[in-house]
């Protein structure tokens, strides 16, 4: 099975108890906000449930989200019926018919193998218009690809692209963007994928 395929049918199957465990807005994303104008056009990739949606629309922006698997969707629909939410593949996004001034990918880049890493961000790079700004947060420290025990399903292993700063920031210049500002703290939880995490915001 393609992977992305195979994390999207994890999800399907896990999407209750993620929704149940992951209920607050991604760590520094009130940065990333801040650097948004007012009412700012942003998209969600690999939004989940709907959590940051939400959060970003009650601070006042325009929020898509999409997401691959169904059941997220379904379930993010369910809970913030006035976002726009759709069941799509992050690599599949057409900039000629959409233009933001954010883009937020909380913990979806890490399962897009690396050799396909490069060409979303130059889409993402597209997607935003003149001055528009990327939040990414990661699971990192080191660098590989690797198959790990999905917490919520311990008999399903789950496709991860572990980055390491120097990695995805070089990949982030190439694609077009400067760095703005990266955080990094270590995993806290055991419902959290053992790995350091890093966030950073970077602009067009
Ligand atoms: C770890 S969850 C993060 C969800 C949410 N952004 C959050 O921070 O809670 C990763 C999400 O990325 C989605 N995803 C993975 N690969 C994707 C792809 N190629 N296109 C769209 N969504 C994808 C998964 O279905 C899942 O909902």
Redesign the pocket.
């Known amino acids: 099975m393609d992977k ?1 395929l195979q ?2 049918w994890i ?1 399907d199957k896990i999407a209750e108890p993620y929704a149940r465990e ?1 209920l607050t807005p ?1 760590e520094h994303i009130e940065k990333f906000l801040a650097l948004l104008p007012e009412n700012a056009k942003i998209l ?5 449930v709907g ?2 949606a939400h959060y970003m629309m009650s601070e006042g922006f325009q929020v898509t989200g ?4 169904k059941e ?1 969707i379904t379930l993010a629909e369910q809970k913030y019926p006035q976002i726009d939410f759709r069941n ?4 599949e996004l057409d900039y000629r018919e959409m233009a933001f001034d954010g883009i937020v990918a ?3 880049l ?3 193998p690396k050799k396909d890493i490069l060409e979303l961000l130059k889409n993402f790079y597209l997607l935003l218009k003149h001055n528009g700004k990327i939040y990414i947060s990661l699971q990192g420290g080191i660098s590989g690809e690797i198959y790990v025990r999905e917490p919520f399903k311990p008999d399903e292993e789950l496709f991860l692209n572990i980055v390491t700063f120097q990695e995805i920031k070089k990949l982030l210049r190439k694609a077009g963007f400067s760095i703005v500002k990266n955080f990094e703290r270590p995993s806290r939880s055991k419902v959290e994928f053992d790995f350091t995490k890093l966030f950073i915001i970077a602009k067009k």
Not at 66 to 69: A, G, P, R, V, Y
Not at 88 to 91: E, K, T
Request: hydrophobic content about 35%; glycine content about 8%.
């Open positions: 992305s994390v999207s999800y992951f991604s969600d990739v690999g939004c989940g959590v940051d999409i997401d691959l698997s997220m799509q593949d992050i690599r909380s913990y979806s890490i399962h897009i």
